[in-house]
């Protein structure tokens, strides 16, 4: 819509919902037309002067909402009935007294104006004017005119989503008629000064609405200073601080309060805290809306007494405890919303009593235990919403009575048992969403019933059976997820229907995939992978689905040749675990959308696709564990946004150096070429232009993963890596995850220092090549390594100290080599054992047997001193069995020398290293007696 190219949507929307009831309903509407018709010349010409100051813009700022929440006609502006020779009194949102003829209304809101508000406006002739609305215009960060003060008599004042801009004027206290105001949903500031003259001089002031008005600088307690003639307060998101006063709770004449804290807060918790009073209400409240705040901690058993209660909502509010029972005697609400707090114990039955309620939302707490069987009493419910709690136990059968529910969401809780046949009696239900619970049993016939359903969610749960053939019958069903359960058997044959997403991965279900799998025109999400499917009847046919963007057929036995012709419109191919044979056939056209390509483990031959240049946007690129043979694919270069490039375990062979001056890969963040046959030496051209592996706090540092959005449907990259020494499916990538793993070819030569630059590496194997020379020291740079394997190479010299600094360090193997000298110490380096440092016959110290100094390798601590008194004694006590003199010999030896590991052997009951070492050393002890 164009809404969202001009106007955030929760600006327009929370709009509707919160100010729908407001100012509109105490202003005096165009509609009511004087029945005289004595428009003075001098207004008619002001408001003629007035129009000719804006444009009109159909598309503008809230145009959208106008049309669709408002009726106003499109394309139709109220100024547009405004001509002269026409008595002014009967133009559209023109009001006027019945006796003097003055205007005393005028109602704009809605009417697509567009333009600076002139702050000399003739509209300041209307000198009469009781009623003012501007609301939903375009005034393009106009400022409200001081000249405002001049509406002495007004009465009624709205600017909302108008566009207006800067401070409020300090001149709008001193309207002293002013009964309602709303300033909200514009990017106003209200000062302390400014707001502190309206409390004191607004005595007469019922409504206030100041949504989204910034008061950062306003102490909520000036708000317990306002006209006890109050019935209506919004402050939604206008950065108030610190203790609001409940003494707001306690207005004689209040009806609807809002507050909301801080905008968007992910933790739930704002700067903004009330205590909900614990008796002393106002008896007239109607209207609770308390949001992204700390609301006292529990909700208190008097939130029973507010019997006029229409409007209860409380989310994100820090609420913790049970709902109190009293609850139960707010016979007149038609709204309770509680989500997204700490509230645990089970939902109370007397919410059955709630028989006026159309919505209740208790989604994302802590409630446990049944859903109580009496919720089947709230006949009014349009919306249930119960979903990401604890509750458990059987989903009761009571819920069929809900006939006007048009949604029924329960994913994420522990429900078990079968999914009620009953509830094939919603017959108004479009979504039903059961995802992620422990439901068993079949899929129940009777949501055969369920022919308005749009969106049908059984995923995560344990259903097994059949796939019943009705599912694709339903005739509105647009999205279906059945994936992660245990349905078995073969796909029937697909009706032509509405379907857009289709995912019944991770079951049982076997045969081939059936070419009726065309008439689903509309599909652009199919997901069939982690079955036992065994066949492609006709691979061309994914062709005919030209609204397809993501396909998944991965961990399937799918044989046979990989479809030449594919979709045009395809995002995301996911083909790997299979048994696809043959070349690549397929050729990618130019404009190719594709971002994700999937062919690992597979048996495909022959030369990578060259058309994959065509793919500009592609980001992941798995073809490893194939028997692709072919030289580098140098030509990748020129993908800008590519980020996973995995060419492991096929016969790709040759140099691996960039063939181009201009940078390479700058996006790229994993990079697999093992188990090839690339030769020369390292890819240094392409490793200084590696930006992505060199900034670890490129992306704030915060967890997000490689997924592609396309409108409606989202799918999360995959791609098998070596994880320390093992491999592994990364079912999710983070985005600040990167590696370069080269092992298992015959590279040369040295490791260059500007792998040191790498400083987001997570892990680097260089293992099983050729490589010779020094490890160099700028490894020590890159502190977020967590893997490191150079084993199995030529390599010389010293382990560089630098080393030490690797404090994420996990897994370290430089195996094979021909290091020499001492091991150094310290950090990580001190968790690893002989296995790390093996086939390097000059190394020496902890935790090698051999030694540096030739006598054995000193404690490295007080703390091993102490480890070796003790095992000292130990010695000394053992000696009563081979003489005394012998173990106390060994005792002093083990404390002055170390432990040695064929001691270590001897006494924990393990085989020595040794029995030399161990002969050698009995020698010494009988020498020194």
């Known amino acids: 819509m164009r809404i969202f190219t001009k106007l955030s949507a929760p600006l327009c929307l929370l709009f509707v919902f919160l100010c729908l009831k407001t100012t509109f309903s105490s202003s005096i509407h165009a509609s009511s037309f004087s029945t005289t018709h004595l428009c003075s010349h001098e207004e008619a010409l002001a408001l003629l002067q007035f129009k000719t100051s804006f444009s009109i813009d159909y598309t503008g700022l809230c145009a959208d909402i106008c049309v669709d929440f408002f009726s106003t006609k499109p394309n139709y502006s109220k100024i547009e009935s405004w001509k002269e020779g026409i008595d002014c009194c009967s133009w559209d949102g023109v009001s006027c007294d019945n006796v003097t003829g003055h205007v005393i209304a005028l109602n704009l809101s809605c009417s697509f104006l567009y333009g600076t508000f002139p702050s000399n406006s003739t509209l300041f002739f209307l000198r009469n004017l009781q009623s003012l609305n501007l609301a939903l215009n375009d005034f393009r960060h106009s400022k409200i005119p001081s000249e405002i003060s001049q509406f002495t008599r007004l009465k009624h004042l709205d600017v909302s989503s108008s566009g207006f801009s800067g401070q409020v004027p300090t001149e709008i206290a001193h309207l002293p008629k002013l009964v309602s105001l709303n300033l909200s949903y514009s990017d106003l500031i209200l000062e302390t000064t400014t707001f502190k003259n309206l409390v004191h001089n607004l005595t007469e002031v019922r409504e206030l609405v100041l949504n ?24 939604f998101y206008c950065q108030l601080r610190g203790n609001f006063p409940n003494s707001i709770f306690r207005f004689p004449n209040l009806k609807r309060f809002s507050l909301g804290g801080k905008r968007f807060s992910l933790s739930g918790k704002g700067n903004l805290t009330i205590d909900l009073p614990s008796s002393n209400w106002s008896s007239l409240l109607q209207h609770l809306y308390l949001s992204v705040m700390d609301c006292g901690r529990r909700l208190p058993e008097s939130i029973g007494d507010l019997k006029s209660l229409q409007y209860l909502n409380l989310p994100q509010c820090n609420l913790e405890g049970s709902i109190p029972a009293s609850i139960g005697n707010l016979r007149q609400l038609t709204s309770l919303g509680l989500f997204s707090n700490n509230l645990s114990g089970q939902i109370p039955s007397s919410l059955a009593n709630l028989t006026q309620l159309t919505s209740l939302d208790l989604y994302n707490n802590q409630f446990s235990g049944p859903i109580p069987a009496s919720i089947g009493n709230l006949r009014q419910l349009t919306s249930l919403r119960l979903s990401s709690n604890n509750l458990s136990g059987q989903i009761p059968s009571s819920l069929a009575n809900l006939t006007q ?8 809780n522990q429900f078990s048992g079968p999914i009620p046949a009953s509830i094939g009696n919603l017959r108004q239900l479009t979504g039903l969403n059961l995802y992620s619970n422990n439901l068993s049993g079949q899929i129940p016939s009777s949501l055969a019933n369920l022919t308005q359903l749009h969106y049908l969610v059984l995923s995560y749960n344990l259903l097994n059976g059949t796939l019943p053939p009705w599912i694709f019958t339903l005739p509105l069903l647009e999205y279906l997820n059945l994936n992660h359960n245990q349905l078995q058997g073969q796909i029937n044959q697909f009706r032509k229907n509405s379907l857009t997403r289709l995912d019944l991965s991770n079951n049982k279900l076997q045969g081939s995939i059936p070419n009726s799998i065309a008439n689903l025109v509309n599909l652009s999400y199919l997901n069939l992978s982690s079955n036992h499917f065994s066949d492609l009847v006709v691979p061309e046919m994914f062709s005919v689905l030209q609204n397809l963007e993501i396909l998944d057929l991965s961990h399937n036995n799918l044989i046979g040749k990989i479809p030449n012709c594919l979709p045009k419109s395809l995002s995301v191919l996911n083909l790997q675990a299979n048994y696809f044979d043959g070349i690549i056939a397929f050729v990618f056209p130019e404009g190719c959308g594709l971002q994700y390509l999937n062919l690992h483990r597979n048996q495909m031959d022959g030369l990578l696709s060259r ?30 946004d590519l980020q996973v490039l995995v060419l492991r375990s096929n016969k790709f062979h040759g140099s691996v150096q960039s063939t181009k001056e201009s940078p390479s890969f700058p996006k790229l963040r994993v990079l697999d070429l093992s188990s090839n046959y690339f030769v020369g030496a390292l890819p240094i051209r392409y490793i200084e232009n590696f930006n992505a592996m060199m900034d670890p706090h490129k992306d704030g540092g915060s967890l997000k993963y490689m997924m592609v959005s396309t409108g409606a449907n989202s799918y999360q990259y995959s791609v098998v890596v070596t994880w320390k020494g093992f491999d592994y499916e990364l079912q999710k990538i983070l985005t600040t995850f990167s590696s370069i793993h080269l092992s298992n070819n015959k590279f040369e030569g040295e490791i260059p220092d500007v792998i040191g630059k790498l400083s987001s590496l997570k892990g680097l194997n260089f293992s099983h090549n050729n490589l010779t020379g020094h490890i160099p020291p700028s490894l020590g740079n890159l502190t977020n390594l967590e893997w490191l394997d150079l084993s199995s190479n030529e390599l010389a010299g010293k382990i560089p100290d630098e080393l030490v600094s690797l404090t994420q360090l996990s897994v370290l193997n430089l195996s094979n080599n021909h290091l020499v000298g001492r091991i150094p110490q310290g950090n990580q380096l001190n968790t690893f054992g002989n296995g790390s440092y093996e086939g390097n016959l000059e190394l020496c110290g902890i935790p090698l047997s051999k030694s540096c100094d030739g006598i054995g390798t000193p404690p490295s601590s007080f703390q091993e001193k102490d480890e070796l008194w003790r095992f000292g004694w130990r010695v000394v006590v053992l000696g009563y069995g081979c003489g005394v003199v012998f173990g106390l010999l060994m005792g002093y030896l083990v404390f002055r020398t170390g432990k040695p590991k064929w001691f270590v052997s001897l006494f924990d009951g393990r085989p020595s290293q040794s029995g030399r070492k161990m002969r050698k050393a009995r020698r010494l002890v009988q020498r020194r007696s």
């Open 212 to 235: 989204r008005v910034n008061m950062t600088s306003v102490n909520p307690r000036f708000f317990m200073n306002l006209s006890s003639s109050l019935t209506t307060l919004r402050l």
């Open 405 to 412: 529910l048009p949604f029924l969401g329960l994913s994420y």
């Open 611 to 640: 058309s994959l240049v065509n793919c500009s946007k592609l980001e992941v690129l798995d073809v490893g564990n194939n028997s692709i043979e072919d030289t580098f694919p140098h030509w990748l270069e020129s993908l800008p």
